[in-house]
DNA sequence: TTAGGGTTAG
């Protein structure tokens, strides 16, 4: 029995509602005005009260009237399942209502298995049987923690209980086998029921639509039409986020002159749902005009409308949004800050998160931390991306895949690769996200024998790797020359992993075999593609050929991917160095030329460092920063060392487009790499690594002189470039000169 | 006597 003691004689509350101008004379009529209240309360306070009188008076003894209380004690707006438990305890042997609605109120709690627990307890010490209320429960429970085990049992036993026919029973079990992932076994219960309700078909709908078949949801949508069913608002909504899903804005249309025409009761959901599916299939103005129009308003509106604007980049409307917003939440801080870091614009979302952290009241989510360690990943921002690991341990945020994965990618892409290691070494468990991740990060450092080792550990460890995994393996083969390893990967790759190639795996092994100088052979494996080869797949054989001096066969990739991409500013300029790589300066300048006319400019070289968590950028001859004169100051003194330890300028690597009035030689030194790692000379001591990230590949040249400065200076120095990581220690570079 | 299943943004 659980101690439940009356604090206070009973006064009948003062709250207004209570006030009762006709005093109730007789004991019945007093039983009646008690329950009368109780459907009236309005706070846990004035339901304890209402206990107390109940008790006192002899009522709680009453089965029925007991059982009321406590229906409202487990599953009102301002229920407590602690005190609710306590009543549950004091009835004395709780009928099926009353076991029920303990399910209920677990099953739908913060740990639905504890539901599960309170079944058992029903069924071992009571004399009540579960019924046609007590399966849809406890299925709700099994598709909340999606436990295909535990609701295929339920689905036993409800069956024995002769109870697996009910419409109730089976709706639950359709929304928990898709929740589940077991599709086929949702349909089959669908099937099976042999008058189905709206419920019915909106389970199907909803499930096919959260599970990726949005075609089959609209199928089935037209399917009840013509079976005569009458839609209803949670029918449309799945029908909406379909159309969304599909970016179908003519379908999406029609449906909302079908919710008119048929009078389909509108709610605040429903319009969020047309407000989504407006901004998903792109058409602002439907959404605007709906947006306006709608005299209520939540946050998922605000959001859904925010978001609508970053998906047309339109930044400074989706910002508008955000400050308008009543009361601004996380999810829409989230929706700002990766509409930045997924559209290329990681600065921005790093200031984004920057002014939420001055937010007070807000705390940050997953979500919000994933985002932002993507973006911190992308610009080289270690420190930030280091506080934002402590911020998670620090605030016990719970680590899942996606949180380990971000955290590895982060490390790996700032250059920390013993942290990303320590990270993936310290999780118990880790899906094949995770593990890419990891792959992915021992690849872009050029560890290629760890990446494969790893590869196949993901496998002894049973996670069954997808497109990426194989991405980022045969990309650690590309940069480690594991060419034999590569191809014979990739011929098993659809026979025994299930996986059909896509452009990006042939563009990789393309690269594998280029890199290594099998350029016939990366030919015939070009012409062999059963898909035609994309603009990626000729830009790999493309940068093979300038690796090894392939002039005609690179004129021949650059033409074919000039036909599928004609303004690829990358493309012209691999052409132009290697045409100067051997000498055809007419070409060159017949090239510039062209890029001059057709008003194509060369992506400008861009390095930055991070100090003291704030990134500096420096552009190729750049002189904006603070600091300049003290960079270029360096930069002559580091030349002249340099030179006296026997150093000379690789004036092969100053390719192309040099303006007439500038040398050879300082058209070298002022490649921004060589700026970024000056900068980091005079503001960091040793032995701090130096850490620079290149948005392009990095030049000859700039390599040399790394390796030289990490040995006449003493320093450390990783650079990131388009590809791949550089470790430059004591005069040599990780990627042994192969890149 | 009581009640239940399906709903939108990241």
């Known amino acids: 029995m659980a101690n439940f003691s009356i604090a206070q004689p009973l006064s009948l509350p003062r709250h207004p509602t209570f006030s009762n101008p006709n005093q109730p004379t007789t004991n019945n009529e007093r039983s009646r005005h008690t329950l009368s209240l109780i459907d009236r309360c309005a706070d846990l306070r004035q339901l304890k009260q209402i206990h107390a009188q109940m008790v006192r008076t002899g009522l709680f003894n009453d089965h029925y009237s007991a059982s009321k209380l406590f229906a409202i004690a487990a599953l009102s707006p301002f229920a407590s399942l602690d005190y609710a438990c306590k009543v549950f305890d004091q009835i004395p042997q709780p009928n099926s209502f009353t076991w029920n609605t303990l399910i209920r109120a677990y099953a739908s709690g913060p740990d639905p298995l504890r539901s599960i627990c309170v079944f058992l307890d029903m069924v071992s010490e009571s004399q009540c049987y579960p019924n046609t209320y007590t399966f849809p429960f406890l299925i709700k429970a099994a598709a909340e923690v999606s436990s295909l085990s535990l609701g295929q049992s339920l689905h036993g036993m409800a069956v024995k209980s002769s109870v697996g026919c009910d419409v109730f029973v089976a709706n639950s079990l359709i929304h928990c086998y898709f929740s589940c992932g077991d599709l086929d076994s949702a349909c089959k219960v669908f099937t099976t029921i042999q008058e189905k309700d709206v419920v019915s078909w909106n389970s199907m709908i909803t499930g096919f639509v959260q599970k990726g078949s949005p075609d089959k949801a609209l199928e089935l949508f037209k399917k009840m039409e013509s079976e005569e069913v009458k839609a209803s608002h949670v029918t449309m909504v799945g029908v909406l986020s379909a159309c969304a899903k599909l970016r179908n804005l003519e379908f999406g249309r029609q449906v909302c002159s079908y919710i008119e025409e048929n009078g389909v009761k509108m709610n605040l959901t429903l319009a969020n749902a047309m407000l989504d599916m407006y901004t998903k299939c792109g058409s602002i103005e439907d959404a605007k005009r709906l947006f306006d129009t709608m005299e209520v308003k939540d946050n998922v509106t605000w959001t859904t409308m925010l978001d609508g604007f970053a998906i047309l980049e339109d930044y400074e409307a989706a910002r508008d949004v955000l400050n308008s917003m009543p009361k601004k939440d996380i999810v829409a801080w989230n929706a700002l800050i990766s509409a930045y870091e997924q559209n290329g614009k990681p600065n921005e979302a790093l200031l984004v998160f920057h002014e939420l952290q001055l937010q007070k009241n807000i705390k940050l989510n997953q979500i919000t931390l994933v985002s932002t360690l993507s973006a911190c990943a992308q610009v080289g921002a270690l420190e930030l991306g280091r506080w934002i690991h402590s911020y998670i341990k620090k605030h016990g945020i719970r680590s899942n895949f996606y949180v380990t994965s971000a955290l590895i990618h982060m490390y790996s892409k700032c250059g920390d690769l013993v942290k990303a290691r320590e990270v993936f070494n310290t999780v118990e468990k880790r899906d094949v996200f995770v593990w890419s991740a990891m792959i992915g990060g021992l690849a872009m450092h050029g560890c290629g024998n760890d990446a494969l080792d790893m590869f196949y550990k993901m496998q002894e460890a049973n996670v069954k790797p997808n497109g990426v995994t194989f991405t980022n393996v045969f990309c650690a083969c590309s940069h480690s020359g594991l060419v034999d390893e590569a191809e014979s990967l990739f011929s098993k790759m659809e026979s025994n992993y299930g996986i059909v190639p896509e452009d990006k795996h042939y563009a990789c092994i393309v690269d594998v075999l280029g890199r290594s100088g099998y350029l016939e052979k990366a030919v015939k494996f070009i012409e062999a593609m059963p898909i035609p080869p994309s ?91 603070p600091m300049a004169d003290k960079v270029y100051g360096k930069l002559n003194e580091v030349m002249e060392r340099l030179k006296s330890s026997g150093y000379e300028p690789e004036m092969s690597q100053v390719l192309q487009l040099i303006d007439e009035e500038e040398t050879k030689e300082q058209s070298l030194n002022l490649h921004s790499e060589k700026l970024a790692i000056c900068y980091g000379l005079i503001s960091t001591e040793a032995p701090k690594v130096i850490r620079v990230i290149k948005n392009l590949r990095v030049c000859g040249d700039c390599h040399s002189v790394a390796k030289l400065i990490s040995q006449v200076y003493d320093r450390e120095i990783i650079v990131r470039d388009r590809y791949r990581f550089h470790h430059f220690r004591n005069g040599q570079c990780s990627c042994n000169d192969f890149w």
């Open 535 to 625: 603009a990626s797949v000729w830009g790999a054989l493309l940068g093979a050929c300038k690796i090894h001096a392939n002039l005609n066969l690179a004129e021949m990739a650059c033409t074919r991917l000039l036909e599928l991409e004609p303004r690829n500013d990358g493309a012209h300029v691999l052409l132009s160095n290697i045409y100067a790589k051997s000498g055809k300066w007419e070409s060159v300048s017949e090239l510039r030329k062209h890029m001059r006319v057709t008003g194509l400019k060369k992506e400008p070289g861009c390095s930055s460092i991070e100090i003291n968590g704030t990134i500096h950028e420096f552009l190729s001859g750049d002189n904006e920063h």
